[in-house]
């Protein structure tokens, strides 16, 4: 069965600084979908970011980035320049063929201002 | 207005009764799904569906039915609630036909207190 871990419950920064969530997963299929969303605390679900797994190249988003490591099943999402705005959970979620979405337990992001 | 909406928004009920989630959207999607997200779980799919008449048991399926009344609507009823079912519902949709790396477009939740 497929599975993905955040390993990390809550993580901080100084705002206009660099951060970096994890996310690992398991599965044995060749052809899925990585994406990150963001729960702020108005408890919305916002997609951030999405990578297909048959490209190599990692996906970016203005601010928002990630490292794609298909062999090693990581997938982790760089934040630059943070901003107050970003505190929030951040969900990392798998998706392949049969649509359903198995999610991360989520890392909570605060920002110090 | 909101392209995914749920009701009510939050509900506190009593062991036993029965309760209905509510979810409308006017994104003209045909797919639609309920989550439950706990502290700590990240959020769990209970049922979906991919048109009207494709409904399909999700992971935590068990103490909860599903009605898919037409395209835009999708409700969630909890036949006699727990306490153990206490937790924040989310409905999502997402596109026509399309693949599984669609963006799934989530309502704004449900807030369920089972006392």
């Known amino acids: 069965a497929q599975t993905v871990t955040q390993s990390q419950p809550e993580m901080s920064v100084q705002e206009a600084e660099t951060v970096t969530l994890s996310c690992t997963y398991d599965?044995?299929?060749?052809?899925?979908?990585l994406f990150w969303y963001k729960q702020p605390p108005s408890r919305q679900m916002i997609l951030v970011i999405r990578q297909e797994a048959y490209k190599q190249q990692n996906a970016t988003e203005n601010r928002f980035s990630v490292n794609f490591q298909k062999a090693a099943k990581s997938f982790s999402l760089k934040i630059s320049d943070s901003q107050l705005g970003d505190a929030a959970m951040y969900f990392c979620?798998?998706?392949?063929?049969?649509?359903?979405?198995?999610w991360g337990a989520g890392t909570k992001l605060i920002i110090k201002p | 207005d909101a392209d995914v909406t749920q009701t009510p928004r939050n509900r506190i009920t009593k062991t036993g009764k029965r309760i209905m989630l509510e979810c409308s959207q006017t994104k003209g999607h045909d797919r639609m799904y309920w989550y439950r997200q706990d502290p700590g779980l990240g959020l769990r799919l209970i049922y979906y569906?991919?048109?009207?008449?494709?409904?399909n048991k999700g992971e935590i399926s068990d103490g909860y039915s599903v009605s898919r009344q037409a395209q835009a609507k999708f409700s969630l009823s909890l036949e006699s609630a727990i306490p153990n079912q206490t937790a924040l519902y989310f409905c999502?949709?997402?596109?026509?036909?399309?693949?599984?790396?669609?963006?799934?477009?989530f309502g704004p939740g449900t807030r369920l207190t089972v006392l």
């Open positions: 599965t044995s299929e060749s052809d899925y979908y």
């Open positions: 569906s991919f048109d009207v008449k494709d409904i």
């Open positions: 999502a949709t997402s596109g026509l036909g399309g693949a599984p790396y669609n963006e799934q477009f």
């Open positions: 979620a798998y998706v392949h063929s049969n649509y359903q979405l198995i």
